[in-house]
């Protein structure tokens, strides 16, 4: 091994990251841009869903519903419409995604204590809203039951109780009120510094398409020179978005930073390690930028996606899945971030994902430097 | 001969179903400037790339600067100056730091850059671009900064995969200018060219064909082996003086050249008075005829017909 070896091919690929605009902006602006864009398009709250009603029994009662109904910002009256073509006019067109009908002994039922008949129509096409509607109607139809009985029951001798027989009460820890950000954010933080892995695995291909690695193949630089001092500019790039990214999601998002930083980026640089190692193999073995990509996302970013435990459990994985999650390191990164941010846990807790994270790097840079020949063909 | 720096026997290169190189005895001596010449895909490409070590060898055996090939590819790095076909120098990267970059992958001593870089970027004329970015170079001027990152460690060998393809006249005088240079002073030089100009610079040239080296001689002999003379006149009618003329008896071969017709006879002497004599009696104006030197291009030509007709 030789030092001026790989400081002259670190301080080479550092100018061409720094004065390469396109090398620059995928590796160092991505990151952010990814985990802007992803937190907000996977923790949108649905409103505002516009529905239709058709009142057939036009009673003060099914009036004081309807206007129940509509009284949040998650259900918008679109229409009241007098038949069922009309609904169907409206869901054809989208300007409704769900319609409710309230059947003409809706009052009558209802105080009879009988059950309160109506139908709920959803566009099928566009389950999301439809369910959505669906879910919100039935809970304000449950609220407006409760109120509309609790003073008959009360009349008939009972505790208003006695429609709420069950006392749950629910303690989240960790993470109180359930934000989805404070959980998914630090997911997502996890997934988005896996970035530079693909950096590398094009900036080799990249050698090999401009015939430069051909050139280098010449020189006596060692194998592993090659590949350790193409590794360093790119865990310095990562490292700068280890900074960068928390404090965004502290500062825009308000996500909690209850651990400990120095143990964060400690644990962050391990994983830099693991994933550009991951993406030095990519770069050993395929020859054009193109088949990198492609196989970067289908390596890094898909099971980046369904197998680190992010959006799925990973306890509700087929055994294989999650064997092969054992072998991302980004599923124990991702424990490492979420345990650090919300929980704040130390060492104690985090030691087996870090010896993971230092195994799964020695394997791959092992792989690597063993199946990169400097030979061409 | 001075004494050998490069031998291989019987070296043999494969791929999947092609022999780019097929048993290849070569001997090149020491402060040689060595020519490679064949149609493309002949196997030049493939023949330098086993030399400096980029291939391993299918079959056969061979020696460079004293290290074996099959064993020692990495020990023979040091010595060699391998300038690839498709040449890319780090176009981010400016002219000096090209060189530093060169310098450092082949641990050229500290103390020793800052005088070579200097000698070699005047060698090159590069010396006010110094802070010119490659990319930003011309071509020529990137096929001579090329040849100055393959310098940087004063290599015993130079092994050059056509180095002036695609480069204009001018840059192309001047980078043989600066190989002669490098001959006279004792480096050994491989080059392979699809011109014939610059094979006729060589002091010896190999002709590979199908894998196979057909002829390794200087030019001066691989042009005595063309049968027959060259005979040359101009015309302004050169499409009908051709027609006729290629099929007299005695005419081997016809060429033109812009308004020069250059015919390959058996005998001189004898065709002249007889193409002369047929020109003027189709009532063809010309001028000039005589009997020319041949030249590299016509020997080279010429072989490689003959070869293919041989081989159907």
Same mark, same amino acid.
């Given at each position: 091994m030789s030092f001026r070896h790989i400081l002259a091919i670190t301080r080479k690929e550092f100018n061409h990251i720094l004065r390469d605009r396109s090398t620059m902006i995928l590796v160092v602006f991505t990151p952010l841009v990814m985990l802007l864009l992803m937190a907000y398009a996977l923790t949108v709250e649905l409103q505002h869903i516009p529905i239709a009603i058709l009142d057939y %029994?036009?009673?003060?009662?099914?009036? %004081? $519903?309807?206007?129940?109904?509509?009284?949040?910002? %998650?259900?918008?009256?679109?229409?009241?419409?007098?038949?069922?073509?009309?609904?169907?006019?409206?869901?054809m067109h989208g300007d409704v995604k769900a319609a409710l009908v309230?059947?003409?002994n809706f009052s009558r039922d209802l105080l009879a204590m009988r059950g309160m008949p109506m139908q709920v129509i959803i566009d099928g096409t566009e389950p999301e809203s439809g369910g959505f509607a669906v879910e919100h109607i039935a809970s304000r139809a449950e609220e407006f039951a409760n109120k509309a009985l609790s003073t008959q029951i009360q009349m008939m001798g009972f505790s208003a109780d006695a429609l709420n027989p069950l006392d749950l009460r629910i303690r989240t820890w960790y993470n109180p009120g359930l934000k989805p950000r404070n959980d998914l954010i630090p997911g997502l933080i996890s997934m988005v510094l896996g970035m530079p892995a693909l950096s590398v695995a094009l900036a080799l291909a990249h050698e090999r398409e401009h015939g430069t690695m051909e050139q280098l193949m010449a020189t006596p630089i060692g194998r592993g020179e090659l590949l350790i001092g193409k590794m360093i500019p790119y865990i310095v790039a990562g490292l700068v978005n280890v900074v960068i990214l928390p404090l965004l999601a502290i500062s825009w998002f308000n996500v909690p930073?209850?651990?400990?930083?120095?143990? $964060? $980026?400690?644990?962050?640089?391990? $994983?830099?390690?693991a994933v550009l190692?991951?993406?030095?193999i990519i770069g050993v073995f395929m020859k054009s930028q193109a088949a990198a990509m492609g196989v970067s996302f289908l390596m890094i970013f898909f099971p980046g996606f369904f197998l680190t435990g992010i959006f799925f459990p990973i306890v509700s994985m087929p055994e294989i899945m999650r064997l092969e999650s054992l072998g991302m390191p980004g599923t124990h990164y991702a424990t490492i971030t979420r345990g650090i941010f919300l929980p704040g846990v130390g060492m104690e807790i985090l030691w087996p994902y870090a010896v993971m994270l230092v195994l799964l790097g020695f394997s791959f840079t092992g792989i690597a430097s063993l199946f990169f020949k400097k030979k061409l063909g | 001969m001075t004494d050998t720096i490069i031998q291989t026997t019987g070296l043999s290169r494969n791929f999947k179903k092609t022999r780019a190189v097929d048993t290849l005895d070569l001997a090149i001596g020491n402060g040689e400037l060595f020519g490679l010449v064949g149609p493309d895909g002949a196997g030049k490409t493939t023949t330098l790339r086993l030399l400096a070590g980029l291939l391993s060898l299918s079959e056969g055996e061979a020696t460079v600067a004293g290290y074996d090939l099959r064993k020692q590819s990495e020990s023979i790095k040091k010595h060699i100056g391998y300038m690839a076909q498709q040449f890319s120098l780090y176009a981010e990267l400016t002219v000096l730091e090209n060189l530093r970059f060169f310098a450092d992958l082949y641990d050229v001593p500290k103390e020793e850059m800052a005088e070579r870089t200097e000698n070699l970027l005047q060698f090159a004329r590069l010396t006010e671009f110094t802070d010119r970015r490659a990319g930003h170079l011309s071509g020529g001027m990137q096929k001579k900064l090329a040849l100055a990152c393959t310098l940087i460690h004063e290599p015993k060998i130079l092994l050059l995969d056509e180095p002036t393809t695609g480069v204009d006249p001018i840059s192309r005088r001047e980078f043989w200018d600066i190989l002669t240079?490098?001959?006279?002073? #004792?480096?050994?030089?491989i080059v392979s060219t699809p011109y014939m100009d610059e094979a006729d610079r060589c002091s010896r040239v190999g002709l590979i064909y199908e894998g196979k080296l057909v002829i390794c001689d200087s030019p001066r002999k691989i042009k005595a082996e063309?049968? #027959?003379?060259?005979?040359?006149?101009?015309t302004d009618e050169w499409q009908k003086a051709k027609t006729l003329v290629e099929n007299l008896p005695g005419v081997l071969e016809a060429q033109t050249y812009g308004e020069a017709l250059h015919l390959l006879v058996d005998d001189g002497d004898k065709r002249l008075k007889q193409i002369t004599k047929a020109l003027t009696k189709n009532g063809i104006e010309f001028r000039g005829a005589r009997i020319a030197p041949v030249r590299m291009e016509e020997a080279f030509i010429s072989l490689i017909q003959r070869l293919e007709d041989d081989n159907g």
């Open positions: %029994d036009r009673s003060a009662t099914s009036r %004081d $519903f309807v206007q129940q109904i509509v009284s949040g910002n %998650d259900l918008d009256l679109y229409a009241q419409v007098g038949s069922i073509a009309e609904i169907e006019d409206l869901l309230i059947d003409p930073f209850n651990g400990s930083f120095p143990l $964060f $980026f400690a644990l962050s640089a391990l $994983f830099m390690f190692s991951m993406g030095i | 240079n490098l001959h006279l002073n #004792g480096t050994t030089i063309l049968p #027959g003379e060259m005979v040359e006149f101009l």
